[in-house]
């Protein structure tokens, strides 16, 4: 277990100065291959590592650096948070030993274990994200392959739906129990299902080639990206009145968003010619492009309500990291 406090000063893509960087903490759980995917209000993070044998196990950082190491069930080789909740709340896949079928998982802040299967048995269920009420999103693949997304409740109800009637694959579920995602019509659009059930979809582009959406916030603003007319991959961030505000890291070739906090902050990645980076978009439309130091690529894929960004990152020598930037 190695945890390493580095520094280093992003760049800021405007003209007022910074007199101090962000302080960046590694999260290198067993140094073969780490991967962050989750951070709370309190810095907390989850996420997956590879042991020795490439067998992937779910853990728990807590912002004093103490890790907790968990798998779904006894026997699995595969467990992969997805996300977590405020109360340290745990959600994503495993593997069952059994079947081979991808299941769902809670891990209540007490470290017990639920298991819940959205399908009848012959299928696949994949959780994303969890919300503050232990309120779990994500989407299911049944035995004959159609694709379902769902809703389960704190107490394990699992409502299932389609958006238009189009299979559909939620990202984030916010406290208000609106959820967000991808729908998969005659293009991948983007869409917002409120607590009444009733849903929409959109495009971040009226002749654009499809649209994402990765996060969603309290106000009902979502972030994702979408590629244009041409192609060209943008981020976005839609408000809940509809309008679509256009997210460009400057000279990046392609930028994605893929975390949205209550300040409408936003980060994510973007790509330059020959690989991809970290960044932070301020509520104001300022831009901070960022690598920790000594990285080759980074993407980040977190924020919470005090800038505090998690993400990972790879040295030259290709193993995934874990990261956590503090402003």
Same mark, same amino acid.
Request: proline content about 4%; aromatic content about 10%; hydrophobic content about 35%.
């Given at each position: 277990?190695?945890?390493?406090?580095?520094?280093?000063?992003?760049?800021?893509?405007?003209?007022?100065?910074?007199?101090?960087?962000?302080?960046?903490?590694?999260?290198?759980?067993?140094?073969?291959?780490?991967?962050?995917?989750?951070?709370?209000?309190?810095?907390?993070?989850?996420?997956?590592?590879?042991?020795?044998?490439?067998?992937?196990?779910?853990?728990?950082?807590?912002?004093?650096?103490?890790?907790?190491?968990?798998?779904?069930?006894?026997?699995?080789?595969?467990?992969?948070?997805?996300?977590?909740?405020?109360?340290?709340?745990?959600?994503?896949? !495993?593997?069952?030993?059994?079947?081979?079928?991808?299941?769902?998982?809670?891990?209540?802040?007490?470290?017990?274990?639920?298991?819940?299967?959205?399908?009848?048995?012959?299928?696949?269920?994949?959780?994303?994200?969890?919300?503050?009420?232990?309120?779990?999103?994500?989407?299911?693949?049944?035995?004959?392959?159609?694709?379902?997304?769902?809703?389960?409740?704190?107490?394990?109800?699992?409502?299932?739906?389609?958006?238009?009637?189009?299979?559909?694959?939620?990202?984030?579920?916010?406290?208000?129990?609106?959820?967000?995602?991808?729908?998969?019509?005659?293009?991948?659009?983007?869409?917002?299902?409120?607590?009444?059930?009733?849903?929409?979809?959109?495009?971040?582009?009226?002749?654009?080639?499809?649209?994402?959406?990765?996060?969603?916030?309290?106000?009902?603003?979502?972030?994702?990206? !979408?590629?244009?007319?041409?192609?060209?991959?943008?981020?976005?961030?839609?408000?809940?009145?509809?309008?679509?505000?256009?997210?460009?890291?400057?000279?990046?070739?392609?930028?994605?968003? =893929?975390? =949205?906090?209550?300040?409408?902050?936003?980060?994510?990645?973007? #790509?330059?010619?020959?690989?991809?980076?970290?960044?932070?978009?301020?509520?104001?439309?300022?831009?901070?492009?960022?690598?920790?130091?000594?990285?080759?690529?980074?993407?980040?894929?977190?924020?919470?309500? #005090?800038?505090?960004?998690?993400?990972? !990152?790879?040295?030259?020598?290709?193993?995934?990291?874990?990261?956590?930037?503090?402003?």
């Amino acid at each position: 277990m190695k945890f390493t406090a580095i520094f280093f000063l992003g760049t800021a893509l405007t003209a007022s100065p910074c007199l101090a960087g962000p302080k960046f903490t590694t999260v290198d759980v067993e140094g073969v291959f780490t991967i962050v995917t989750g951070l709370n209000q309190s810095g907390a993070v989850t996420g997956s590592y590879d042991d020795a044998d490439l067998s992937a196990h779910g853990f728990l950082r807590t912002p004093d650096g103490t890790v907790t190491k968990f798998d779904a069930v006894s026997g699995s080789h595969r467990t992969v948070p997805a996300g977590i909740n405020d109360d340290d709340a745990v959600t994503g896949n !495993y593997t069952d030993p059994d079947t081979g079928f991808a299941k769902g998982f809670v891990r209540d802040p007490a470290g017990n274990i639920a298991t819940f299967d959205a399908t009848d048995g012959t299928g696949q269920t994949f959780a994303s994200a969890i919300n503050k009420k232990g309120e779990v999103t994500g989407f299911y693949i049944d035995g004959t392959g159609n694709t379902f997304a769902f809703v389960r409740s704190a107490k394990g109800k699992i409502d299932s739906f389609t958006v238009d009637g189009a299979g559909a694959q939620p990202t984030g579920i916010n406290n208000k129990r609106m959820v967000t995602g991808t729908a998969f019509g005659d293009q991948p659009s983007g869409f917002v299902r409120n607590r009444d059930k009733t849903a929409i979809t959109f495009t971040a582009a009226a002749d654009g080639h499809g649209t994402e959406s990765n996060a969603i916030n309290d106000a009902g603003w979502t972030g994702g990206r !979408y590629a244009d007319s041409k192609f060209k991959v943008h981020g976005f961030l839609r408000n809940a009145d509809g309008k679509v505000i256009t997210v460009d890291v400057p000279d990046a070739k392609s930028t994605s968003v =893929l975390a =949205l906090n209550q300040g409408h902050d936003s980060a994510g990645r973007w #790509d330059d010619a020959k690989t991809f980076h970290s960044f932070v978009r301020k509520a104001n439309n300022r831009y901070f492009a960022f690598d920790p130091p000594k990285a080759v690529k980074s993407m980040a894929t977190d924020i919470n309500d #005090d800038g505090v960004v998690a993400g990972n !990152y790879e040295k030259a020598d290709g193993i995934s990291r874990g990261y956590i930037r503090t402003p």
